[in-house]
């Protein structure tokens, strides 16, 4: 069974940037869609990013666009999600999430995806 582990969380200024991983054990993670969301206090959950098998295609929410970058290294079994210019409105918890044998990004829904990791908090302020 696939396992997810966030990493890369923490305390960032305006402006600043973080590096999110999302490891992945007990299973070949090559094989699934990866999913980055994130959730703020009150907020539901919400699509940031998505990256397809192999890297093929990759899909950003709007807020996302132009700041975030989304990569994987299949060889290490993990997912990035390279987080710059944040912004205090992008503090949340981010989760990865996965789905298997997909080519495709699914819609950024939370049911579409099978597999999800803990969370790891992000927090942008000065």
């Known amino acids: 069974q696939l396992q997810l582990v966030e990493s890369g969380g923490g305390l960032v200024q305006p402006g600043g940037s973080l590096r999110l991983s999302c490891a992945a054990s007990?299973?070949?993670?090559?094989?699934?869609?990866i999913g980055w969301f994130r959730q703020a206090p009150g907020k539901e959950r919400e699509g940031v990013s998505c990256?397809?098998?192999?890297?093929?295609?990759?899909n950003y929410s709007d807020s996302a666009k132009g700041r975030f970058a989304i990569s994987r290294d299949d060889a290490k079994n993990t997912v990035y999600l390279q987080s710059n210019s944040l912004k205090p409105e992008d503090t949340a918890i981010y989760y990865c999430?996965?789905?298997?044998?997909?080519?495709?990004?699914?819609?950024?829904?939370?049911?579409?995806?099978?597999?999800w990791g803990q969370g790891t908090q992000v927090t942008v302020s000065s």
């Open positions: 999430a996965a789905t298997f044998g997909t080519a495709y990004c699914p819609p950024p829904r939370t049911d579409e995806y099978d597999y």
């Open positions: 007990g299973d070949t993670l090559e094989h699934y869609a």
């Open positions: 990256i397809t098998t192999s890297g093929g295609s990759t």
